[in-house]
T-cell receptor, first 112, second 114 residues
Framework: GENVEQHPSTLSVQEGDSAVIKCTYSDSASNYFPWYKQELGKRPQLIIDIRSNVGEKKDQRIAVTLNKTAKHFSLHITETQPEDSAVYFCAASRGGNTPLVFGKGTRLSVIA | DAGVTQSPTHLIKTRGQQVTLRCSPISGHKSVSWYQQVLGQGPQFIFQYYEKEERGRGNFPDRFSARQFPNYSSELNVNALLLGDSALYLC?????????????FGPGTRLTVT
């Protein structure tokens, strides 16, 4: 089955700097890659996703890149703000009505 | 994602007891998935239901079971509770018919087994 590895497990950045979180996956049939943000005691919130037919997607300060050949994808957050502090999870699936396989998460701390 | 609801919010049970968790998906969504999130880990897939049929099952023992009702709400049952079942149980809903892949999570049920 699918296995998703996520790095780093913790990340501290200064406010205004960029943050990058990387994930690798094992199942070459995976074609949907969402990112979730989970604040303490809250539900995971979908912040951005990408399908295998594109290599990059942006939404304001957040971008995701995908390299299907290398089977890795990354989350990029620019101009970080203290409210970006949370745990971020990457996930992969074969799309459609199939389950998500999650990475173990990255705890991002943005220091003001 | 303001629409997936779960009950109860918190639950404390003792070993050996049984528990039932409930989920109502976003209006119009026909698929419900259940995930277990142990502290410090990512959510782990338990079950997926679509149109009242089980469409997927994760690597969990038979003590875990679920069902989906005609109104697309769902229940997750766990029998013979173990200490290791303590976790946040998340329900996610998705639409599916239009090819949407997005899954939206509910607030979760925090289960503590003592």
């Amino acid at each position: 089955g699918e296995n998703v590895e996520q790095h780093p497990s913790t990340l501290s950045v200064q406010e205004g700097d960029s943050a990058v979180i990387k994930c690798t996956y094992s199942d070459s049939a995976s074609n949907y890659f969402p990112w979730y943000k989970q604040e303490l005691g809250k539900r995971p919130q979908l912040i951005i996703d990408i399908r295998s037919n594109v290599g990059e997607k942006k939404d304001q300060r957040i971008a995701v890149t995908l390299n299907k050949t290398a089977k890795h994808f990354s989350l990029h957050i620019t101009e970080t703000q203290p409210e970006d502090s949370a745990v971020y999870f990457c996930a992969a699936s074969r799309g459609g009505n199939t389950p998500l396989v999650f990475g173990k998460g990255t705890r991002l701390s943005v220091i003001a | 994602d303001a629409g997936v609801t779960q009950s109860p919010t918190h639950l404390i049970k003792t070993r050996g007891q049984q528990v039932t968790l409930r989920c109502s998906p976003i209006s119009g969504h026909k698929s419900v998935s259940w995930y277990q999130q142990v502290l410090g880990q990512g959510p782990q897939f338990i079950f997926q239901y679509y149109e009242k049929e089980e469409r997927g099952r994760g690597n969990f023992p038979d003590r875990f079971s679920a069902r989906q009702f005609p109104n697309y709400s769902s229940e997750l049952n766990v029998n013979a509770l173990l200490l290791g079942d303590s976790a946040l149980y998340l329900c996610a809903s998705s639409y599916v018919p239009d090819g949407s892949y997005e899954q939206y999570f509910g607030p979760g049920t925090r289960l503590t087994v003592t």
